[in-house]
């Protein structure tokens, strides 16, 4: 389990994260949903230890750290052991293959050896839908094909948790539906999964718990079905205006 | 006027060949490594006593940048010896001409280079340190697997402009009596009283040099790049 207890993060003088406390449980997903600069990357991020909270506690499937302290570059290297992150514009290495940019983890920062990495990188790479190409450069690759090659790179850490934030921001609609469909397929095998989305549709069918942020706080946490049928004015008018954003995108 | 050409000629090759070529190529490959040092230590996030190394590689990538190339030479060459250290150097610091030639091309090359990298370092976006940090990788390593090799690519082609500019400086050497191709042209110039003809070949084996060097950068150029087109 990864949880948060009383994490504040300012960026100059603009408190971006206000003493959240939660937690993120094994084998679900969690859906990190709220309006645009409420601090869903910002929580993230720190999960991940991109971003450094001045304060609070995070215990990180046991790995327990206090913000208020140094935190050693062992215990950082632990984290990111155990929890891999995805980015909204995919931030393949274009300089290596597909296959080389699933190996570089395994085999450089967790010392597997060059053959199983590879054995396993192709069978990744089966699994979101690109075995062919794995001699191809991220240039090469379509939006849609890039995120699925770095899900896939996240996966050959055998992380306890992907973060994923945005993951289809930067898709196309039929290309951000093949994404969804392998992140889908995840979380049906049960792996953790936190997820920041703007895609309500999407929340639905993935997310197991759902947590609103606003304002650098948890407006709500709780199963997603208890969000979607909640009768609080404001989720209620939040879920109007994004299903209304939706629409207008189409256009 | 051709058979003033052809019968200079070995002599201007074969000063090319033991002085220009060596001093730059021995010079630009040391430089380089300089420059590499000195643009990982100015991008260095460390504190503390770590600063005064940062100021010093500063203030030496500041010093070489502006005092001209030939007061350098001179300074070296003509000007150490009287630079009496008791207990170190004594009779003040002389070296050979060509010692002191590769001292002097190799920091200067090393001042500019180092910031050609240094920004070329800086040009790579912050998702890629993030993305490598987030795969657990340390900064040494993604430096080194990631940034660098990316950055390589950015920094060739003005690393082979100034190559080719380092090319044409080593006839500087001339002014502290390397016998380099220029010092020679000059000489049968003296000779010969066909300073036209004699300038004119030298400065024509220079463009054969560097026209040479463009088209070894275009085709590195073309297969470091090979991973940026999409695919047709
Ligand atoms: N590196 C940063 N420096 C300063 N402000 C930042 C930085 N990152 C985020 N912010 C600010 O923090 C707030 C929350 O940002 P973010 O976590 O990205 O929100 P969200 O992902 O919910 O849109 C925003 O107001 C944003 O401008
Ligand atoms: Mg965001």
New binding site residues.
């Given amino acids: 389990m990864l949880r948060l207890e009383n994490v504040t993060k300012t960026?100059?003088t603009?408190t971006?994260l206000k003493e959240i406390t939660t937690n993120f449980n094994d084998q679900e997903t969690t859906v990190l949903v709220?309006?645009?600069?409420?601090?869903?990357?910002?929580?993230?991020?720190s999960l991940n230890l991109l971003?450094r909270p001045e304060s609070g506690f995070y215990d990180c499937d046991g790995i327990e750290l206090d913000f208020a302290k140094k935190i050693t570059k062992k215990e950082t290297l632990a984290v990111r052991q155990k929890t891999e992150m995805v980015f909204q514009d995919y931030n393949l290495f274009p300089h290596l293959t597909v296959l080389k940019n699933i190996m570089e983890g395994p085999v450089h920062v967790l010392k597997e050896d060059k053959t199983s990495a590879k054995k396993r990188a192709l069978e990744l790479l089966n699994k979101v839908g690109l075995k062919d190409k794995a001699d191809a450069y991220p240039n090469q690759l379509s939006g849609g094909q890039a995120q699925r090659v770095a899900i896939a790179r996240s996966l050959a850490m055998k992380p306890r948790y992907i973060l994923l934030?945005?993951p289809t921001s930067a898709l196309d609609p039929e290309l951000e539906l093949e994404v969804l469909k392998v992140l889908l397929e995840l979380a049906k095998e049960k792996q953790s999964l936190v997820i920041?989305t703007h895609n309500l549709e999407f929340a639905r069918h993935v997310a197991d718990k759902i947590l609103f942020?606003e304002d650098?706080k948890i407006f709500f946490a709780g199963k997603k079905d208890e969000f979607f049928n909640s009768t609080n004015a404001r989720i209620q008018e939040f879920i109007h205006a994004m299903t209304l954003d939706n629409l207008s995108n189409e256009n | 006027m051709w058979h003033i050409v052809w019968s200079s000629l070995p002599e201007l090759i074969s000063a090319g060949i033991k002085y220009t070529i060596p001093l730059a190529v021995i010079s630009f490959a040391l430089g380089l490594v300089l420059a590499l040092i000195t643009a990982l230590i100015r991008i260095s996030q460390t504190k503390g006593p770590f600063l005064i190394i940062k100021a010093i590689f500063r203030f030496y990538v500041w010093l070489f940048r502006s005092t001209p190339l030939i007061v350098q030479l001179f300074i070296v060459y003509f000007g150490l010896p009287y630079l009496i250290i008791k207990g170190v150097a004594p009779d003040g610091i002389k070296l050979e001409p060509f010692t002191a030639g590769i001292i002097v091309f190799s920091l200067n090359t090393g001042a500019y280079a180092s910031e050609t990298i240094r920004a070329a370092i800086e040009s790579i976006p912050k998702g890629q340190w993030e993305a490598a940090q987030a795969i657990g990788m340390t900064r040494t390593q993604t430096l080194f697997r990631i940034i660098i090799p990316q950055a390589a690519r950015v920094s060739l082609p003005p690393l082979s402009n100034s190559f080719i500019g380092l090319v044409k400086d080593t006839s500087l050497a001339s002014t502290i009596t390397i016998v380099e191709m220029f010092e020679v042209s000059q000489q049968i110039a003296a000779e010969n009283y066909q300073p036209l003809v004699m300038y004119c070949t030298v400065a024509a084996l220079y463009a054969i040099l560097c026209t040479i060097l463009s088209f070894v950068q275009s085709w590195l150029e073309k297969i470091t790049t090979r991973y940026l087109k999409p695919q047709v």
Avoid: A, N, Q
């Fill in positions: 960026f100059g603009h971006v709220g309006p645009s600069g409420s601090g869903k990357s910002t929580l993230l991020r971003e934030d945005e920041v942020i650098g």
